[in-house]
């Protein structure tokens, strides 16, 4: 892991999971290369960043998603997209007002990004 990189760590539920294993695979198939979870995450945020997070948005993901959950997911977040994914993350704190913001984040935004074609 090179310097100023962090490991989030998160729990999420089967249906988060197959959000995220899905949305690699639609990423993936668009670009014609392997896409990870990582590099679909980070396009997310990084497309959202102009978008943003909506407290509607987030109440919609909640009511159809289940978050918490016993699938372990880690994600490594560089200094290449930890801006981007920090401003939604501090968003997402600030209108979700929960705890555990980064099993929310990750799977929001890739939602997000996809329902508005934003990957």
Known sequence: MAAGNRNVR?????????????????????????????????????????????????????????VDGDVVVWIEVSPKWSTNYDALRDKVKMIADKQGVDKILVPLAVYLAERHNLI
């Open 10 to 66: 998160i729990h999420l539920s089967q249906q988060c999971f197959d959000l995220l294993a899905e949305a690699m695979c639609a990423y993936s198939k668009r670009t014609g290369r392997f896409q990870t979870m990582r590099m679909t995450v980070q396009r997310a945020c990084e497309r959202l960043k102009s978008h943003g997070i909506s407290k509607e948005e987030l109440d919609l993901f909640l009511s159809e998603y289940e």
